[in-house]
C-alpha cells in the first residue's frame, strides 16, 4: 500500500514527470536519493508504467482526431488488434466489455486521409461486424495518469 509520500511523489510525477529528484525532495521533506528510491520502488513494482509527455497533435499536423468503437468477430479479434497496432494512426487501442469490444482512438491530418483510413485500414478487416465513429470537436481536459 502507498503512504502519503508515495501518493504525494506520484501525484507531482503526473503533473510533471520532468521534476527534479531535489525539487520533490523539498516538497516530501526526503533526501533526493531517498525519493529517487521510492520512485525506483513505485517503477520496479508496475505502478508507474513510464514517463512521458503530452503532444499536442493538431500543430503537428494531425487536425482530425476520431474515435472508433469496432464491434468485431470473436475469431478475429487478434488479427484485428495486430493490424490496429501497427497502423501509426491508431493512437489509442483499447479492448472494451460492452457490444463495442474495440475502441480505437485515431489522428489522422484531414478528412481524405480519415476516409482512406476508414476504407483500407476498417472496412478492408474481415471480422468487423459494426462501426460507430465520433470526431473530436474540441478538447476540453486531457489528463494521463492518474487522480490520487
Keep these: 500500500m502507498l503512504d502519503s509520500i508515495d501518493n504525494h511523489i506520484l501525484q507531482r510525477l503526473a503533473q510533471n514527470s520532468r521534476i527534479s529528484y531535489t525539487d520533490l525532495a523539498k516538497e516530501v521533506g526526503l533526501s533526493g536519493v531517498a525519493v529517487k528510491e521510492r520512485i525506483d520502488k513505485l517503477v520496479n513494482q508496475g505502478i508507474i508504467e513510464q514517463f512521458s509527455i503530452v503532444v499536442n497533435a493538431e500543430k503537428l499536423g494531425k487536425k482530425i482526431s476520431a474515435y472508433l468503437e469496432l464491434e468485431v468477430e470473436p475469431a478475429h479479434l487478434n ?36 476516409e482512406r483510413f476508414m476504407h483500407e485500414s476498417i472496412y478492408a478487416l474481415t471480422g468487423i461486424l459494426r462501426v460507430e465513429n465520433q470526431i473530436l470537436l474540441k478538447r476540453h481536459k486531457n489528463q494521463d495518469g492518474l487522480n490520487i
Excluded: R, S, W
Excluded at 488488434?81 to 469490444?101: D, F, H, I, R, S
Excluded at 475502441?103 to 491530418?109: A, G, P
Design 79 to 114: 488479427t484485428i488488434v495486430e493490424e490496429l497496432k501497427a497502423n501509426e494512426q491508431v493512437a489509442v487501442l483499447y479492448e472494451m466489455t460492452g457490444a463495442c469490444l474495440l475502441h480505437v482512438h485515431i489522428l489522422v491530418e484531414d478528412m481524405d486521409q480519415m
